[in-house]
């Protein structure tokens, strides 16, 4: 997007800077020439601008949005893994005790070892549970979320160079002279820059 408003406030310059030039006051039809051409390029930005905008809205954001959902899901997945290690540790000490022989303070340790792995177990299969849940549904949500958006940004699309069409449609039938070709023109223009080249003034390539 930056680009597009790049190139289309540069040729906004460029027709400004044509109108301001001399040979706009000494010949009325390149005057009349510059002035639709610096008309069109206005138009032209004024529509980019609008497009730009949209795009902004539509586009840009909902996907700034979009991805401010991964830092708590990522958080999601710390907190489970943090309590699958919580869990592992305290199943080891559980297994632990269960391998010592059955004595009155051995079984009293296996006892308390049981109640603290008791709601770690409980807290990391109701995390499992969450994750399992709501990631195939967060990625399964994607597309849908996005089909808006891409419809919104084909949308600005069509009717950005819809426009562009109109516009420069209109700025070629005021500029250009009836019943030439493209190779006529350039011709023409090749024949021009050869007798630029020719003056004593012109360094040689």
């Keep these: 997007m930056e680009s ?3 190139m ?9 800077d044509l109108l301001s030039n001399p040979l706009c006051e000494q010949e009325p039809s390149f005057l009349e020439m510059v002035t639709a051409f610096d008309t069109a390029m206005k138009r ?9 905008n949209q795009i902004q809205k539509t586009v ?14 990522n958080m999601a997945v710390k907190r489970r893994e943090q309590t699958l290690q919580d869990y592992r540790r305290l199943q080891s000490k559980v297994e632990k005790y269960e391998e010592k022989e059955r004595t009155g303070p051995v079984l009293a340790k296996l006892h308390q070892a049981r109640e603290e792995l008791r ?3 409980e807290d990391f299969e109701a995390k499992t549970k969450q994750l399992l849940e709501e990631m195939p549904k967060f990625h399964s ?10 419809e919104s940004l084909v949308r600005a699309q069509v009717v950005y160079y819809t426009e562009m069409q109109k516009i420069f449609g209109e700025l070629a039938a005021q500029v ?10 350039q011709q023409e223009n090749d024949a021009k820059l050869g007798e630029l080249r020719a003056l004593s003034i012109v360094a040689d390539d």
């Design 4 to 6: 597009s408003s790049t």
């Design 60 to 73: 840009i954001e909902p996907l700034k949005k979009f991805s401010s959902v991964f830092p708590s899901l």
């Design 141 to 150: 949500s994607r597309i849908e979320y996005f089909r808006p958006s891409f």
């Design 44 to 52: 032209m930005d004024s529509f980019n601008q609008e497009k730009v």
């Design 176 to 185: 250009e002279l009836p019943g030439r070709s493209d190779e006529q023109r």
């Design 8 to 16: 289309s406030k540069s040729a906004v310059k460029i027709s400004s």
């Design 119 to 121: 709601p770690v177990k």
